[in-house]
Structure formats: C-alpha cells, structure tokens
C-alpha cells in the first residue's frame, strides 16, 4: 500500500528561531495526523529544527542538493551532508529550481541519482506552465520530465521515489488545480509508470499534489485515487493550516 504524505516546503522562509517555533507548534498539534509529515526547512534551518521533532513521527527533508558527492563546488550542499543532519528526503526539480536556477532534466537527473546513492528519498517535482497547458502540451511536458529525470533508475530504486505534481501556474498563485484535473494528471503519471515498470511499483509510488493547497481545498483534492497527499508550501509557514491539510484524508 502506498503512503499518504504531507510535506511541507518552506521555501526561503523562517530564520532558525522562527524555524524552531513553527516545529514545535507541527509537533504538538501533530497527534492526529495519521498520515507521514515530512517538514522541509531552509538549510540553515535543518539542523535546529532536527532537534525540535527528534521524538516524533515527523520526517525531515532538504529543498535542494548537489549532484555532485563532495569537493570544490562553493555553495553546493551534498546529499551525504543531508543524510548525515538527519534528513530523510529531498526535494528535486522544484519548478522554482528549473525557471530561475536553469535546472534541466538532465541535471535533476544526475541530482535524483545522487540523492538515491546517499539514501535520500527525492521527491522529484513535474509540472507544466500556464503557456503549456493553454497550448495543450501539458501531458508530453511531464511525460518528458518524468522520463528523462526519472526513468533511468532501476525498478529497485525507483521504488525508494516520490513523485510531486505541481502545476507552475497553482504554485503560490491562489489557484489550485480542480480536483479533477489533478486526479486526470497523476492517473497519466502512475499509467507511464506502469508501463515502464510495473503493477507493483505503479501501485506503490506516492504521488503528491502541490500547488495552492490550503485547509478548504485540500480534503477534494486528496480524495481523488490517485492523489496521495500534497506539497505543500504558503500554507506549511502556519501550524494550524499545515495540520488542518495533513487532517483531510
Ligand atoms: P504553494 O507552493 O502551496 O505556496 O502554492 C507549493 C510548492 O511550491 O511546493
């Protein structure tokens, strides 16, 4: 059975004392979630809120790394670093990576690679722009992220993944993908991963919707089959909205 996940990305928001406080408040009104929350802070932020959710339930995740294991790359942050401060995931190929930092297929690819060899689970984010879904090309933009960033792993690894579906034109915008639509393009993503591998892993993979997801919207949303939870970012910097999501299963 696959997972229902909540993550919250922070983008580049909360200084480490802002980050500590938003922790806390997740974990103490955590206790009835039932499904896995992952928190995504700033890398500076990683460590401190570590300690605040060290006893509970909840995941730690990175918003980048590099593809590249170690050595003279100023600013990089490698997946062993991650790995080794306590995180469980990260996320790859955010379509704030790709527009403003020039992140293609090819490089998230090697990035999904590197990921998987330190143990991080990548949440690997696909997704088209407004321009792309009036032009009707929404289906082959994320066919092609998904094959060329993705589906060069091995059935083995590719297990360990999770899949985010952001729509470029729902991300911070207020506008959300209807339910329906976002159901119609995570049943396309599981259909393409069916066929390049098989029923198991189709079944298996979580598939996670992203994109203006607030407590009014999320519980039609992630009643869909094929949606099995949300990234979620604006309405992760509030406790009681990111719980309120988490809680609509
Ligand atoms: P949003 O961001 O919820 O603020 O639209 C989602 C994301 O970028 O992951």
Redesign the pocket.
């Known amino acids: 059975m696959r997972k229902n996940i909540v993550a919250g990305?922070w983008?580049m928001n909360m200084v480490n004392d802002q980050a500590k406080e938003l922790a806390l408040s997740v974990v103490e009104n955590s206790d009835t979630v039932s499904c896995q929350l992952i928190i995504i802070p700033p890398f500076t932020a990683i460590s401190d809120v570590q300690k605040v959710i060290n006893k509970s339930n909840i995941l730690l995740g990175a918003q980048n790394c590099s593809q590249h294991k170690s050595g003279a790359f100023t600013g990089e942050v490698s997946a062993d670093m991650l790995t080794n401060i306590g995180c469980s995931h990260v996320i790859i190929g955010?379509?704030?990576r790709r527009a403003i930092f020039g992140e293609d297929n090819q490089l998230l690819s090697e990035k999904v690679n590197h990921a998987l060899n330190s143990n991080l689970i990548p949440i690997y984010c696909c997704g088209e722009t407004l321009q792309e879904r009036e032009a009707g090309n929404h289906f082959d933009v994320i066919k092609r992220q998904i094959e060329e960033g993705v589906f060069n792993l091995s059935e083995d690894l590719f297990g360990k993944i999770v899949i985010?579906y952001?729509p470029v034109w729902?991300?911070?915008?207020g506008k959300t993908a209807s339910a329906d639509q976002a159901q119609e393009i995570h049943k396309f993503i599981r259909s393409l991963v069916l066929e390049k591998y098989n029923e198991t892993i189709a079944n298996n993979i979580s598939i996670l919707y992203?994109?203006?997801?607030k407590p009014d919207n999320a519980k039609e949303i992630f009643a869909k089959p094929d949606v099995d939870g949300g990234?979620?970012?604006?309405?992760?910097l509030k406790a009681t909205d990111f719980i309120a999501i988490a809680t609509s299963f």
């Open positions: 990305n983008k955010h379509s704030e985010a952001e729902a991300i911070g915008t992203g994109g203006s997801v990234l979620i970012g604006g309405a992760a």
